[in-house]
Antibody, heavy 119, light 107 residues
């Protein structure tokens, strides 16, 4: 059974960098697309981007200038970095598996981690 | 970017009711449309993929239909565990996008 778990600081100061890691168990991170999605409190879901083929990436244009997704295949983990954060980046951040190809839906998801941007 | 619009935004219904939620895309997305259920404090869970395919392990009272720009999620007979928020998501083109959600509440 594939499981994903997010980890990282729950509080980040404005203008600093948000860094999260997703640990994957039960599947090899060398396959599929590995995705970050976020959900501001009380709002809808927002796709951030994905990494696949152990290094190729694709980001949402609205975040592209500030986002980096990377992978550590030796640890079966992938990571998110979001620079120059503001209060608008406060959200629950989810990692998820995207089967890729023409099957770009998300399953399973991690449990999510709340990141608050505040001084 | 493709905009996804769900209706209604909220819905009150009773156990046993038949419920339909609608999702409309701002352009044709074929059947690249998926439905999720989210309960408070939990991650979304896939229910229906490719507009009408039921994910394994999901109750058969859930069904999806549609293609092009208009899609529906139907719950044939509401159960207590179905009260949640439902989201549609398009994967026709990036950036992938979600609807704003439909909150299904107990009447």
């Amino acid at each position: 059974q594939v499981q994903l778990r997010e980890s990282g600081p729950g509080l980040v100061k404005p203008s600093e960098t948000l860094s999260l890691t997703c640990t994957v168990s039960g599947d090899s991170i060398g396959f599929y697309y590995w995705t970050w999605i976020r959900q501001p409190p009380g709002k809808e879901l927002e796709w951030i981007g994905y990494i696949y083929n152990s290094g190729s990436t694709h980001y949402s244009p609205s975040l592209k200038s500030r986002v980096t997704i990377s992978v550590d295949t030796s640890k079966n983990q992938f990571s998110l970095k979001l620079t120059s954060v503001t209060a608008a980046d406060t959200a629950v951040y989810y990692c998820a598996r995207d089967l890729g190809g023409s099957s770009n839906w998300f399953d399973p998801w991690g449990q999510g981690t709340l990141v608050t941007v505040s001084s | 970017d493709i905009q996804m619009t769900q209706s209604p935004s909220s819905l009150s219904a009773s156990v046993g009711d038949r419920v339909t939620i609608t999702c409309r895309a701002s352009q044709s997305i074929s059947t690249y449309l998926h439905w999720y259920q989210q309960k408070p404090g939990k991650a979304p869970k896939i229910l229906i993929f490719a507009a009408s395919s039921l994910q394994g392990g999901v109750a058969s009272r859930f069904s999806g239909s549609g293609s092009g720009t208009d899609f529906t999620l139907t719950i044939s007979s509401l159960q207590p565990e179905d009260f949640a928020t439902y989201y549609c998501q398009q994967s026709y083109s990036t950036p992938y996008s979600f609807g704003q959600g439909t909150k299904l509440e107990i009447k």
